[in-house]
């Protein structure tokens, strides 16, 4: 029996590398830079008399890029050999990061390859963190080689891995696996997720090897192991909200739901998740303080993912955003509509108290994200995009408003997406903020966006014209992702395409 077993596990395997390989290929097909997709690098860039956001200049300067690295934010003479962007009126930022994304997922595997990866590219992503599940891992790595090679269209990877096993041994052996192969971290659950000896297990062989955790903690283990007791154990960094309320419960391990009411399938899960805060020490009460001192003091991270929640609080606007009619694409849009089957698709039977309950518990979870990013506390953006009404890039461009919405200032909502992202995944002396030696990974926008966030959406936004009618302005002109340039509006018009013909064959099928 041992023997037939190994075989197996042998041949499962190597089906596994075929179709891992296989998947590799063809993204790196669909992907491929082609004539027209992607311009540079330069032996010299100039972006002539830019306005830099985030940087100490306070007039208009020419941000100097040679190959991939900027060399100078400065006024020079171009040379005749160099290459040269009029950036008059135009606004620079530092390449946007989302630190939490899959590239590819289960329910959503049918999406074109460079789909997400072009949202992502025009709204100004130069860099996100990859949370793939382990059997995706080797496939994720080549895209991250692709992508630094500038070989393919798409943001730079960082690739993050869960875990798997059944016990301690064998999760431990899969992340040191994971670290052979060259994943930076260990993110978003794995089997491990109800098993608080495998979870502790996970946490300390990610520390042995030295590699970062940050993880979506499970509230089926809160009781026993809330997201204190993680970072105690090690942890670094928690994505969403799982396991921080039960953190702050006083006198209990356990949130009180209504009789009969408990969890027990998705959409009850969040329609009681909703109304998990409300049960928790208030601000700024002992516990309150004690809880969110004790986080700053082992320097953890919260990437809160506002955006990715937000349907539950108003079901109509978001699944009705005006992004969606153009570039939401079918094989995502079907495991949106609410029904039993879809992934995620819980909302159905949603009613105004659920909604009412979400906007009061949204209240008290941002008041405590403000306030630990008020004491010096890391706060990153991630979006999560590929769920529950959120897509890549524009998700990420509407957790920055909501981080807005919970007291950051614009200013600091950006720091969120770039520096403090950046120090999140270990590359702030390479990425995160426009600095001579730091590599040419930044946004071209046509309108400031320390006025109006806004101004990073594709789509644009509505603005009134001298005329008295309105027009659509704003959105990424430009996208530099290690030194070469990206047109933001051909890069959408191709998404808008995919969809389009997607929408076409689909009508046809029917």
Not at 94 to 105: E, F, K, M, N, T
Not at 172 to 200: L, T
Request: proline share 4%; aromatic share 10%.
């Amino acid at each position: 029996m041992r023997v037939r077993s190994i075989a197996a596990s042998w041949v499962g395997g190597m089906l596994l590398l075929v179709t891992t390989l296989a998947m590799a290929q063809q993204w790196q097909d669909a992907t491929a830079r082609k004539a027209g997709q992607g311009d540079g690098p330069f032996q010299r860039l100039i972006l002539q008399q830019a306005t830099v956001v985030g940087g100490s200049a306070s007039a208009p300067v020419d941000v100097v890029i040679e190959n991939n690295r900027i060399v100078g934010v400065t006024r020079v003479q171009p040379k005749p050999s160099d290459r040269v962007i009029d950036a008059r009126g135009l606004y620079v930022v530092p390449g946007l990061i989302d630190s939490h994304v899959r590239i590819i997922d289960a329910g959503y595997e049918a999406l074109p390859p460079d789909y997400a990866l072009k949202l992502l590219l025009a709204h100004g992503v130069t860099t996100i963190a990859s949370m793939q599940n382990f059997d995706k891992v080797d496939w994720a790595l080549r895209m991250q080689q692709q992508s630094a090679a500038n070989t393919i269209v798409a943001p730079r990877i960082q690739v993050w891995s869960d875990v798997s096993g059944e016990s301690p041994e064998e999760i431990r052996a899969s992340i040191r696996s994971a670290h052979q192969r060259g994943v930076f971290g260990i993110g978003e659950g794995g089997v491990y997720k109800d098993d608080v000896e495998g979870m502790r297990a996970a946490l300390d062989e990610a520390r042995k090897l030295k590699m970062r955790s940050h993880w979506h903690m499970y509230g089926g283990t809160a009781a026993q192991f809330n997201a204190l007791d993680a970072a105690r154990a090690g942890l670094g960094g928690m994505a969403h909200w799982y396991c921080l309320p039960e953190a702050l419960l006083e006198g209990r391990a356990s949130p009180q739901y209504p009789e009969s009411k408990g969890p027990r399938d998705t959409r009850l899960r969040f329609a009681q998740a909703g109304r998990l805060w409300k049960q928790v020490a208030p601000p700024h009460s002992a516990l309150w303080n004690q809880v969110m001192n004790e986080f700053l003091a082992r320097d953890f991270t919260f990437e809160p993912t506002f955006s990715v929640y937000e349907a539950h609080r108003d079901y109509m606007g978001v699944s009705r955003a005006d992004w969606h009619e153009a570039y939401l694409h079918p094989v995502l849009e079907k495991t949106f509509i609410p029904g039993k089957t879809g992934r995620f698709s819980h909302l159905y039977d949603w009613t105004s108290t659920d909604e009412v309950e979400w906007r009061n518990n949204y209240r008290l979870w941002m008041t405590f994200i403000n306030e630990y990013k008020n004491r010096g506390g890391r706060v990153v953006a991630g979006s999560d995009p590929g769920f529950m009404w959120v897509n890549f890039g524009f998700g990420l461009i509407r957790n920055l408003e909501m981080l807005q919405e919970a007291g950051f200032t614009i200013q600091q909502a950006l720091d969120a997406a770039t520096i403090k992202s950046a120090e999140h995944l270990g590359m702030q002396s390479q990425i995160g903020s426009i600095e001579v030696g730091k590599l040419a990974d930044l946004a071209i926008l046509e309108r400031d966006p320390r006025e109006d966030l806004k101004a990073f959406y594709a789509t644009g936004t509505l603005q009134l014209q001298p005329d008295g009618t309105t027009r659509r302005t704003g959105g990424v002109k430009y996208t530099i992702k290690d030194g070469v340039i990206y047109d933001a509006k051909a890069l959408l018009a191709d998404v808008a395409n995919m969809v389009r013909d997607a929408r076409e064959a689909q009508r046809g099928v029917q």
